[in-house]
C-alpha cells in the first residue's frame, strides 16, 4: 500500500504529532509513505528519521482567525496554483489513497478528487468553536466539501462525531483516537516537593483554551493562603497578542504575578509534566486533548473542563477531575481537594497512566486507519484502471 499524508504546517503542534505517529506505524506496517508539506521545518525532519518521504509544496489554508476578502482571494489563487501542483505530484506518485490531516487545508482533497484517488479527511479541530476560524467558504459550505470530497472522514473524539454529523453523512465517519505517544519519563513524578503545589496548562495561549480560568483560581487560592505555583506552557499565535497581555494584566490584578510562570512553546514540554502535581484542562471545547493525554502518561492527575471532548479522556472521580466550563470558583475547589489530599492525587494518577498507557498506543492508531483504508481499498482498485 503506498499513503499520502497531507499536513497543514511543517511544525509540531498537535494535529502534526498525530501525523508523525501515524507515518512511524504505517511504515512499520510496510507501507509506502509519502507526506506532503507546505515548506520544510522541524516536522520535516522527524518525518525523514520516521522512513517517510516528504514533499514541500505551496499550498495555503481556506480558512483564518479574521475576515479580511483580501486575504482570502490571496489564499484562493494559492490553492488554485497549490491544488495543481499537488495534482502532478500525486500522479507521478501514484499513492493508493490520500489523507489530509486538517480541515483547514483542501488542495489535496481536489487533486486527489480529479485523479479518482480515495481521499480520507482526519479532522482534529472543530473549526469554528475551538480555534474560532472563518471559512472561506462559510463553514457549512465547507463541511459538505469534505463530505463530497471524502471517501471516510476520521474525526478524533465522539464530540467531533456529533459536531460533523450534521453535515457529514454518518456512513463517512469514523472515531479514531490518536496515539499521543510520549517519552520516557526524566525523572519520577513523585520526585517534586509538596510545596509549593505546582500547576501546568499546556496550550497555545489563546481564549479558547482558558488560561484566564487557570489564573484566577490560583488568585482565589492564593486568597487562602495556599502555595500554588502556575504554568503556562504555550506559544502565543501573532494575532493574540492582546489576549497574551490580558493574560498579565489580569495576572497582577488577582496578586499572582509571582507565581504564574508564562512559558512559550517548546517541544519539551514533557518535563513541565514532571516537575508538577497537577495537569489543567481548561479548554471550552478541546476537541480530543492530546495533552491531557500526555499528562495522564506521565502520572498526573488532570483537572478537565465537562465540556468537549474531555469528557471522554476523564472520569471525573477515576482517573481525574471534571468542573463546569467557565467557573473559576470550580476550579480552584478542584484544585485545592488535590492539594491537600496527596492519596487522592496518586489514586487519580495512577488510574489514568494504567488506562492511558494501555489505551493510546501507535499500534492501535496505525491498526485503526489501516482497518479504514482497507474498507475503501476494494472499491479504489474496482474504480481505477
Known sequence: MKVALVSHTATTGGAELVLLELARGLVGRGVTVDVILPGRGRLSHLLDGAGARTWSLVYDWWASSTRCWEAAARRARHNVGGAGSTFRLLKRLGPDVVVTNTLTIPTAAVAAKALRIPHVWYLHEFGEKDHGLSFDLGFANSIRLINWLS???????????????????????RVVYCAADVPDEPHGISSVPE???????????????????????????????RQVRLALVGHCPEEDGRYLLA?????????????????????????????????????RSEAFGRVTVEAMKFGLPVIGTNSGGTPELIRDGWNGLLYPSGESAELAERIDRLYWDPDLRAWLGGNGKAWAQGTFSIAQHTEDVMKILDEIMPAQRSARP
Open 151 to 173: 471517501a471516510r472522514v476520521i474525526v478524533n473524539s465522539h464530540a467531533t462525531f456529533e459536531e460533523f454529523s450534521k453535515r457529514i453523512a454518518t456512513r463517512k465517519l
Open 247 to 283: 493574560l498579565r494584566n489580569l495576572v497582577a490584578r488577582v496578586g499572582a504575578h509571582d507565581v504564574v510562570d508564562f512559558i512559550d512553546f517548546t517541544e519539551d514540554r514533557y518535563c513541565y509534566f514532571a516537575q508538577s502535581h497537577v495537569a489543567l484542562m481548561c479548554s
Open 195 to 225: 510545596r509549593p503545589f505546582r500547576l501546568v496548562l499546556v496550550g497555545n495561549k489563546t481564549p479558547s483554551k482558558g488560561q484566564e480560568e487557570a489564573i484566577r483560581a490560583v488568585g482565589l487560592l492564593r486568597e487562602r493562603g
